[in-house]
């Protein structure tokens, strides 16, 4: 949109400093020859109505005013472009007897593809436009736009107006028109592209992104926004597909390399994410028959306070002793029927909660396949980032990630170290320390290369914790000088 906005302003300041160069005695004169043209013109008309040669003139004066360069003069009457096709029109009406055009008629419309009435509504939209009167800016772009339907400056800047009024509708449709009729500037491709993707409208955003690709095949920014929308709309295999073909075709691509890499690492996120769902749905069923289990354990309960408190009748020997016992039993069974209306209604949760897991069998299976492509996608990981270090070794994105897929494995080490108990320890522990310390000396060399390169604050305390684990005071003081 910058590039647009700049290119309405350069030819707004164009017109102007042509303007300026000219002799102001000279402009003057040209103001007042118009002015009176315009007077005698509205005088001819009201005294021979019907004559077509006249309503012509008069619009030509009115034109004359409109396409006029000094904006002060132009908008002495703003509506000038819009009266002079009106008499324009009147002249056509005039001069066409039973479908045939008479010479007067034939002019305008030549005049309509000299382009001279679009020309003056296009003068007026830049003026309006100077003034920060978008919206007036975009009624006259639109007029030139309909008036010279095949030109695509008018319908180029009618969309862009209609941008900055956000009428994103009229834009589309503008930019729309604009293709159609042979434009091709690449701000415009973009700029549809953008209210394509803002209207979650996923295939037009990338149909017009890959045209654009095909005008100007060179053009590596448009290849990033087509991979950039790939991702915005999780199509993650599409994008995967296009970056495996660039670094086919350019094995010196780093940036492609290491993005092929954080889109596998997005697919693994994603992969795991659905294994973790999985195990949701079955956690919930066995959360619930826990807490079915622990419901019958209290109706047990209650239900054995009741026999031994129905025991002790046995042993009233009064009518008021009696009557106490009974009321405690009676008690204790609502209890119990308490108990047991909450179970129902848990029960009734564990057939939902079963129902939503579906079969434990094809669930484990589904989570084995899943585990399996998520272990082959992270075993080759580290080779996208090689490839792209192998281009720029001082790439620093690729040497972070390198450090953080070994650090993240040994993250995960270090989870199951902590949720071990004693006895877990005596037999794994030390084994496990001995594979966290190979993990934290797999991802140091990198994560020191990337804070080589780039002193970043989250880095550094990243390093701190590896030291620390590593029990490298030497280079953990160095660091936190």
Aim: aromatic share 8%.
């Amino acid at each position: 949109m910058k590039k647009l906005l700049l290119s309405l302003f350069t030819v707004a300041l164009a017109m102007n400093t042509s303007f300026g160069q000219a002799d102001k005695a000279l402009v003057d004169a040209q103001k007042k020859n118009i002015s009176d043209a315009i007077k005698k013109s509205d005088e001819d008309v009201k005294k021979s109505p019907a004559k077509a040669r006249l309503w012509l003139t008069r619009s030509q004066a009115y034109l004359d005013l409109a396409l006029f360069p000094d904006s002060t003069f132009a908008l002495t009457n703003p509506e000038a472009a819009f009266q002079a096709l009106e008499f324009a029109n009147e002249a056509i009406k005039l001069d066409t007897k039973e479908g045939k055009k008479g010479s007067v008629a034939k002019e305008v419309d030549q005049m309509m593809v000299d382009k001279k009435f679009s020309n003056a509504f296009l003068n007026m939209g830049v003026v309006k436009y100077q003034g920060k009167d978008y919206r007036g800016s975009l009624r006259y772009m639109s007029k030139a736009s309909e008036v010279a339907p095949n030109d695509t400056i008018s319908a180029m800047y009618t969309g862009v107006t209609a941008q900055l009024c956000q009428e994103d509708k009229i834009a589309q449709a503008a930019y729309e028109k604009y293709m159609t009729i042979g434009g091709r500037d690449l701000a415009i491709l973009y700029g549809l592209s953008q209210i394509y993707k803002n209207n979650k409208d996923e295939d037009k955003a990338l149909g017009i992104i890959e045209k654009a690709i095909a005008i100007y095949p060179g053009n590596k920014d448009l290849k990033g926004e087509k991979f950039n929308m790939l991702i915005a709309f999780n199509r993650i295999d599409q994008a995967i597909t296009q970056l495996t073909q660039t670094t086919a075709n350019d094995p010196k691509d780093g940036i492609s390399w290491l993005n092929l890499g954080l889109l596998y690492e997005n697919k693994v996120s994603g992969l795991n994410d659905e294994i973790r769902k999985i195990q949701d749905k079955s956690f919930k069923v066995q959360e619930v028959d826990r807490r079915i289990a622990a419901q019958n354990d209290q109706i047990s309960a209650f239900q054995d306070e009741v026999k031994r408190t129905k025991a002790k009748l046995k042993t009233a020997s009064t009518p008021k002793a009696k009557a106490s016992v009974n009321s405690q039993v009676a008690s204790l069974e609502a209890k119990v029927k308490e108990l047991t209306e909450v179970l129902t209604g848990i029960q009734t949760e564990k057939v939902a909660a079963q129902a939503a897991a579906g079969d434990a069998a094809a669930n484990k299976a589904q989570m084995d396949e899943l585990t399996a492509k998520v272990k082959e996608i992270r075993a080759n990981l580290p080779s996208y980032y090689t490839k792209a270090l192998e281009v720029d070794a001082t790439n620093y994105d690729a040497l972070y990630q390198l450090g953080a897929y070994y650090y993240n494995d040994a993250v995960e080490i270090k989870k199951q170290l902590n949720g071990m108990d004693m006895n877990d320890y005596k037999k794994f522990g030390k084994d496990l320390e001995a594979k966290l310390a190979v993990k934290y000396n797999e991802a140091l060399p990198y994560f020191e290369r990337g804070f080589k390169v780039k002193k970043d604050e989250d880095l550094k305390e990243i390093l701190k914790q590896v030291y620390r684990e590593l029990k490298d005071e030497a280079k953990l003081a160095e660091l936190e000088k």
